[in-house]
Every structure is written in structure tokens, then in C-alpha cells.
């Protein structure tokens, strides 16, 4: 799970943030949300960022020779 994990939280923190109005005293939901959007937002840059060093890689092709012996 490359991107959905990371999806995954800016949604739920997005939810948090803009759409959930609980006032519970010692917790800030809004600010939960907002932690939560900007940790997806970070994983999803850091796997972009793995994904685009790990596509760079060459591939050599192997030359493959067959030799014929006749006798």
C-alpha cells in the first residue's frame, strides 16, 4: 500500500478539519485533522520521492550466445 496509506489520512484529517464540529474540551479535533492532512501529505511526498529514485535504475541486457558444434 504505496499511496493509500497516505491517502488514507489526508481524507480522515481533511474530515477532522473541516466537517467535525465536537467541542471535547481537552482535545482539539481540528487540530488532529490538521496534523493528520500534513503527515499524509508528507508520506505521500517521500514515496514519490522513493518511487521516482528506484525507477531510475538501468536495466543491461545480457547477451546470450549459442555456440553450434557440429561433429
Keep these: 500500500m504505496k ?3 497516505s491517502v488514507a489520512l489526508m481524507v480522515i484529517g481533511a474530515i477532522l478539519y473541516f466537517a467535525v464540529r465536537v467541542e471535547v474540551q481537552p482535545i482539539d ?3 488532529i485533522g ?3 492532512m ?3 501529505a508528507i508520506w ?3 514515496n514519490l520521492i522513493v518511487d521516482a529514485t ?3 535504475r538501468r536495466v543491461v541486457p545480457v547477451e546470450e550466445r549459442r ?3 557440429e561433429e
Design 44 to 46: 505521500l511526498v517521500i
Design 67 to 69: 555456440e553450434i558444434i
Design 38 to 40: 500534513i503527515a499524509g
Design 54 to 56: 528506484t525507477r531510475r
Design 34 to 36: 490538521l496534523i493528520l
Design 29 to 31: 479535533i481540528n487540530l
Design 3 to 5: 499511496y493509500g496509506g
